[in-house]
């Protein structure tokens, strides 16, 4: 079954269950997926439709702290709410001990010791190994962490 299916089989399951939350969360995502779709012209794989999956979540993530600011403790709990539903779609992120050894590995296959200078050299190939598995903003740190 592709993920396009199961969101929605998913969408048909939370409309019938009355969860609204799920509902319109799912219902968001298939309309990314469509704009997309008629964009570019093209049917969207499992893994794009994942990098959409992941982008709606770092938006939201990304807004969480703007929110918990004003003092919005209902689009907070919306929010969250909203990012457990579409992290159930995604893969397993790896832990951040498993990341610092592939930007160690990395590094080494490359001949980079340290450096600031050498972050777009190490962050590339790193995001490239990774793809989807852990956050951007994560293996920014760990690469700093690392080049320091």
């Known amino acids: 079954m592709t993920l396009k299916e199961q969101l929605m089989i998913d969408f048909k399951n939370a409309m019938k269950s009355h969860n609204v939350i799920e509902k319109n969360t799912v219902n968001l995502v298939r309309a990314a997926i469509k704009q997309v779709e008629v964009d570019t012209r093209t049917e969207l794989e499992d893994q794009d439709i994942l990098v959409i999956i992941a982008k709606q979540v770092k938006m939201r993530n990304d807004a969480l702290p703007d929110f918990e600011k004003a003092g919005r ?57 990774i793809k989807g598995l852990a956050d951007g903003n994560t293996v920014k740190k760990i690469v700093m962490e690392y080049l320091s």
């Open 73 to 129: 403790t209902d689009l907070v709990d919306s929010y969250k709410a909203e990012i457990e539903v579409l992290n159930k779609y995604l893969p397993e992120q790896i832990s951040e001990e498993r990341l610092k050894e592939i930007v160690e590995e990395t590094a080494k296959s490359l001949g980079i010791n340290g450096g600031r200078e050498n972050m777009g050299k190490l962050m590339g190939p790193v995001m490239v190994k």
